[in-house]
């Protein structure tokens, strides 16, 4: 009984899941990459090089936690092991093409990160302790006037970052560790546990610590091996490039056609750099921006998207498609595509190599993902009690998926982020005027020599409360919201 119960909520889950992100998403949230790079004047490509600029100096010692530290943070989160072994079955179902797609999806996604990071930070309020808070929930009640909103915004994004993606990461770094070293599952869960304890315990700003030394070092490590592929095989190069374009094209015979490489590609980038599903806006609230103004971190993260599909997914197909295992694939898929390809580059040391890249990339997604549903849980509840009893929740899933298999919960959370991005695209659009507004005001200010500032005087309809707390006047159209301070 129990087993038919459990199998028909399966089927159920990956129908619904077929349905998000075989069709729903992949259309709702292109049409808003492409509504918000025509609204902002193709931003990410006219303001590429200022943005950069802007990461860079984020690393500036601050009070708070810094744009660089952010940074580092919504990386984290993005980069995991479907910056490897997504990019390997996007390859392996639509052929080289869906490499393009995942390009062509990164380049629109910049603009939707940019317009959700900048409303988070309009919209961001302080806690008790002095930290700001922020992101989708936040801009839903304030911005919106619907609590209601984004309290489903907040469980839903509780469900999927805070205990069934954490589970699956660690599933992923056990399996990994037990593969290439023969490590009791138990004992390795035992680890990843208390050390996730040791850092989320001390609260956003020990994440985003960790998170700056992690995540440079392993994106350092991960691209100087794709560069050693790439100088192995450079006569190869403008071969594979030219048959990414042209299978993504229908130019040219590929496994999945040109439509399967569309399909493929466009999901497997959407999934990869979360533009749209307001994930990375949670943490992007937090910053303390440099420049003073909330535009600044829309350009911050922009910069995360392009490098995590763009730099690090670019990587991947780099080392999959130049090592030749496309041709004879031996059955191989995901990431074991992947460890066959840097095998034969490499040698058998490099499966040791991707053993240690899958801990960091996970670990750091751990503890990111973390931070997001942390400032969730803040938005439901203000109770040091509740949170605690969180904290409690997130390391007992952490230890669960250690040693579990976690297919349902895995899907599940899918079906959970699917929901949260469309309630989201569905905020973001809502408030895109506000986004625009904020955006032009940042350009204004830039190209005549000023260090951008935020004036909320010049807004009609937002209002500046102190500290620095941005936030929307109450209109008659909004339901009542409760204030924060």
């Known amino acids: 009984m129990f087993e038919t119960l459990l199998n028909a909520i399966e089927s159920a889950v990956d129908a619904i899941n077929g349905l998000l992100w075989g069709s729903v998403l992949i259309y709702v949230l292109v049409a808003a990459g492409i509504l918000f790079t025509l609204r902002l004047g193709f931003i990410q490509?006219?303001?590429?090089?200022?943005?950069?600029?802007?990461?860079?100096?984020?690393?500036?010692?601050?009070?708070?936690?810094s744009s660089f530290q952010v940074f580092c943070t919504s990386m984290a989160a993005r980069v995991g092991t479907g910056n490897m072994a997504?990019?390997?079955?996007?390859?392996?179902?639509?052929?080289?093409?869906?490499?393009?797609?995942?390009?062509?999806?990164a380049l629109l996604g910049m603009a939707t990160a940019f317009i959700e990071s900048t409303l988070a930070q309009v919209y961001k309020v302080k806690d008790s302790e002095g930290q700001y808070r922020g992101g989708p929930a936040y801009y839903m009640e304030r911005g919106l006037g619907k609590r209601w909103m984004g309290t489903i915004f907040s469980i839903l994004l509780i469900i999927a970052f805070g205990f069934a993606f954490n589970a699956a990461q660690a599933n992923t770094m056990t399996d990994a560790l037990n593969n290439a070293f023969g490590f009791d599952k138990a004992a390795i869960g035992i680890v990843i546990m208390l050390t996730s304890a040791y850092i989320i315990c001390g609260g956003l700003k020990k994440v985003a610590r960790a998170s700056e030394l992690i995540v440079p070092i392993m994106a350092v490590a991960y691209l100087l091996i794709a560069v050693v592929v790439l100088v192995i095989n450079i006569d190869q190069v403008p071969a594979?490039?030219?048959?990414?374009?042209?299978?993504?094209?229908?130019?040219?015979?590929?496994?999945?056609?040109?439509?399967?490489?569309m399909m493929a590609g466009i999901a497997r980038g959407l999934f990869s750099n979360e533009a749209g599903m307001g994930s990375a806006a949670n943490i992007a609230a937090s910053a303390t921006p440099n420049p003073n103004h909330p535009a600044s971190q829309g350009f911050v993260q922009m910069i995360g998207v392009f490098v995590d599909t763009l730099v690090i997914c670019t990587a991947s197909a780099a080392i999959i498609m130049l090592s030749g295992v496309l041709n004879n694939p031996d059955g191989q898929q995901g990431i074991g595509?992947?460890?066959?390809?840097?095998?034969?580059?490499?040698?058998?040391?490099?499966?040791?190599?991707?053993?240690?890249a899958i801990i960091l990339f996970c670990f750091s997604s751990i503890i990111a993902n973390y931070s997001y549903a942390e400032s969730n849980v803040m938005f439901l509840t203000q109770s040091k009690k509740v949170m605690y009893v969180f904290r409690a929740l997130v390391l007992?899933?952490?230890?669960?998926g250690s040693v579990a298999s976690l297919n349902l919960v895995w899907n599940f959370a899918d079906v959970s982020m699917g929901l949260m991005a469309l309630v989201n695209i569905i905020a973001i659009v809502m408030l895109s005027k506000v986004a625009f507004a904020v955006i032009k005001d940042y350009e204004r200010q830039l190209?005549?020599?000023?260090?951008?500032?935020?004036?909320?005087?010049q807004f009609p309809e937002i209002d500046e409360l102190e500290e620095g707390i941005w936030v929307m006047k109450e209109n008659s159209s909004a339901e009542s919201s409760p204030e924060r301070n």
Do not use: C
């Open 337 to 356: 595509l992947l460890q066959l390809a840097l095998t034969n580059e490499l040698g058998g040391w490099s499966a040791y190599f991707i053993a240690f």
């Open 45 to 65: 490509f006219r303001l590429f090089g200022h943005g950069a600029k802007l990461v860079v100096k984020g690393r500036n010692k601050t009070d708070g936690i």
């Open 240 to 261: 594979a490039i030219s048959l990414i374009v042209k299978s993504a094209l229908g130019w040219e015979e590929a496994a999945g056609g040109a439509m399967g490489a």
């Open 396 to 400: 007992a899933m952490v230890m669960a």
């Open 86 to 105: 997504g990019v390997a079955v996007a390859i392996t179902v639509g052929g080289a093409g869906a490499i393009f797609w995942m390009w062509l999806i």
């Open 447 to 457: 190209k005549a020599g000023l260090t951008p500032t935020f004036d909320s005087a």
